[in-house]
């Protein structure tokens, strides 16, 4: 059980490679950057958006908290959401992307240079 995990669910949004997923993240943290948005940054339910160590060139799966579920149908609908999990039975190698007090405003570059960190 990972603990950093446990207090959420997370849905899980499937990308075919790495650059929509990267497109996604910076057009997410944009919009959470928006007056429109900011208002999902106040609310309870925080924001966090988890992935996995990826490979380039293969499919990616992003990991959405409520907040961040509920700001991304508001930015994006309808959202292809396609499992559902406990934070406990997340992927212990999972690193937070978005999140936190702080949410910056990325553009596609730099959102994909996070999604290859490691």
């Known amino acids: 059980m990972n603990s950093q995990f446990v207090t959420h669910k997370y849905y899980i949004i499937k990308f075919d490679n790495q650059v929509e997923a990267a497109a996604f993240i910076a057009a997410l943290s944009r919009f959470l950057n928006y007056p429109q948005g900011s208002v999902y940054r106040s609310q309870a339910d925080s924001i966090e958006v988890w992935f996995q160590s990826i490979a380039i060139n293969t499919p990616v799966k992003l990991y959405?908290?409520?907040?961040?579920?509920?700001?991304?149908?508001?930015?994006?609908?309808?959202?292809?959401?396609?499992?559902?999990?406990?934070?406990?039975?997340?992927?212990?190698?999972?690193?937070?992307?978005?999140?936190?007090?702080?949410?910056?405003?990325?553009?596609?570059?730099?959102?994909?240079?996070?999604?290859?960190?490691?």
């Open 64 to 118: 959405l908290s409520d907040g961040a579920l509920n700001a991304a149908k508001a930015a994006f609908s309808p959202m292809p959401v396609t499992i559902t999990f406990d934070g406990e039975n997340l992927p212990n190698d999972c690193m937070l992307i978005l999140g936190g007090d702080q949410i910056p405003s990325w553009g596609l570059e730099e959102a994909q240079r996070h999604l290859t960190r490691s």
